[in-house]
């Protein structure tokens, strides 16, 4: 059983900036060998790819749109992943998920996904 746990979602102004954790666990999963991912769903819109983060933080991949304003991180002593996410702009509203994968890489591609955890609300007003 793996538990993915996301916190840091709120209501904020466009422009501002929040920073996203996703605590992991599970005796049968190792974190440090599992790539990482946020994804996010906004009403009415399927879950997209945000940002992805290798096993070892060698490699990440963005979405275009938040290319330059998000930063994906990882601190495997403390099976947690990040995403810090700056500049924010309404049409980042959305659900914000966590997701670990089977695999090591940065995929951006949700079937390497195995586990999610229950989303953090991120709210941003005009």
């Known amino acids: 059983q793996v538990r993915l746990v996301e916190s840091g979602g709120g209501l904020v102004q466009a422009g501002d900036s929040l920073r996203l954790s996703c605590a992991a666990s599970?005796?049968?999963?190792?974190?440090?060998?599992?790539?990482m991912a946020w994804f996010r769903q906004a009403p009415g819109k399927e879950r997209e790819f945000v940002a992805a983060i290798s096993w070892n933080a060698g490699s990440s991949n963005y979405a275009d749109d938040v290319k330059g304003r998000f930063t994906i991180s990882r601190d495997n002593a403390k099976n947690t992943v990040y995403l810090q996410v700056n500049s924010l702009k309404p049409e980042d509203t959305a659900v914000y998920y966590c997701?670990?994968?089977?695999?090591?890489?940065?995929?951006?591609?949700?079937?390497?996904?195995?586990?999610w955890g229950q989303g953090t609300q991120v709210t941003v007003s005009s």
């Open positions: 997701a670990a994968s089977r695999f090591r890489g940065s995929s951006w591609h949700i079937d390497s996904y195995d586990y």
């Open positions: 599970g005796r049968t999963f190792t974190f440090s060998d599992s790539g």
